[in-house]
């Protein structure tokens, strides 16, 4: 059954919405403030790990081909369309030279990469689609190879893809095309997703002392080695800012299925949540084509920033369902 057929999960649904506003107001943030290392800490891991939760791999290579498809169309076609109009923006509204930008964004696309290395155009925030598409796309093909009494041997071989991956990022300049090397990377939370979702029930009488446990180990770590930051390759000390980053999310997990009892709180961070694709990629635009909340204090920055994202967001969102809904009546 693809997972477009199966009933949403309303809390790992409110962990993205909350996660996506996180995310925009990390980038509001000036770096080294204290929120700011917080959100950073966990944020991105966070979005790996809740796509492995619902992930379900392949039955078959026919089904995998099918579901990369689907996957390629979800990820890969907002990604192309955003970098357009973001490209567009900056000829129309900046009056840059079309030549120049056309190329910077034909590299910046094919790199894929969220910073630059110097000698590459970044993406920015749009590397994520990239990464979640190939790490799903990664893991789903191991699965696939790895069938029945062969698949206990699945994850051992993703766990050492994702080691790969940190290893080569972790080498200035030596970053791969189309993002590989984070995408590599982030195949291990999508693994832990996976993972957690056969035990999150279990762990839940485990809570009065993991939960204490977690978060102690998070705020430790964060102030004494910082976090890795997927998009620029940074990785201190490797295995303890793993570490951190699954006690974050964690944590933060089980606070969005606290938050979720307040019925009209669980009903905005999962619409949020269901249309966080969009927000994401306008808040991709947001952030290459304007920089309005910067001469605002930090607070009322991240609040201006959200609610001009979240309005986009949400007429785009609107148009979207509407044509659907008319597509859905022609049918």
């Not at 907002?78 to 009056?95: F, G, M, N, S």
């Not at 979702?197 to 998070?218: E, Q």
């Not at 979240?310 to 148009?319: P, Q």
């Amino acid at each position: 059954m693809t997972e477009s057929k199966r009933k949403r999960i309303e809390w790992v649904d409110a962990a993205k919405g909350l996660t996506i506003l996180l995310v925009i107001a990390g980038h509001t943030l000036n770096s080294g403030t204290f929120t700011r290392n917080i959100i950073f800490s966990f944020h991105i891991p966070l979005f790996f790990i809740l796509s492995g939760y619902t992930f379900r791999p392949s039955s078959n290579w026919a089904d995998f081909f099918y579901r990369t498809k689907k996957d390629a169309a979800h990820l890969l076609i907002p990604y192309l369309l955003t970098a357009a109009v973001i490209a567009a923006a900056k000829i129309v509204i900046r009056h840059l030279a079309p030549l120049a930008v056309l190329k910077d964004m034909a590299e910046a696309v094919i790199w894929a990469s969220g910073t630059g290395d110097g000698i590459h155009e970044p993406i920015g925030v749009l590397w994520f689609l990239v990464s979640l598409f190939t790490a799903r796309t990664i893991v789903n093909a191991v699965y696939t190879m790895y069938k029945g009494d062969l698949e206990r041997r699945a994850p051992y071989l993703i766990a050492f893809i994702s080691l790969i991956g940190f290893g080569i990022g972790g080498f200035d300049w030596n970053w791969l095309i189309f993002n590989l090397d984070v995408s590599m990377a982030a195949c291990g939370y999508v693994l832990a997703g996976m993972i957690l979702r056969s035990h999150l029930d279990d762990l839940r009488k485990y809570d009065r002392i993991l939960i204490p446990v977690f978060m102690i180990l998070w705020m430790f770590l964060m102030f004494h080695f910082g976090y890795i930051e997927m998009s620029g390759r940074w990785y201190p000390e490797f295995s303890l800012g793993i570490l951190e980053s699954f006690c974050g999310s964690y944590c933060v997990i089980r606070l969005v299925q606290a938050l979720c009892y307040p019925e009209k709180l669980k009903k905005a961070l999962c619409w949020l949540g269901a249309h966080s694709l969009i927000l994401m990629c306008v808040h991709s635009a947001e952030d290459s084509l304007f920089a309005f909340w910067k001469s605002l204090p930090p607070f009322p920055a991240v609040c201006a920033r959200i609610a001009v994202d979240l309005v986009i967001a949400g007429i785009l969102a609107a148009g979207l369902d509407r044509l659907k809904k008319e597509n859905r009546e022609h049918a």
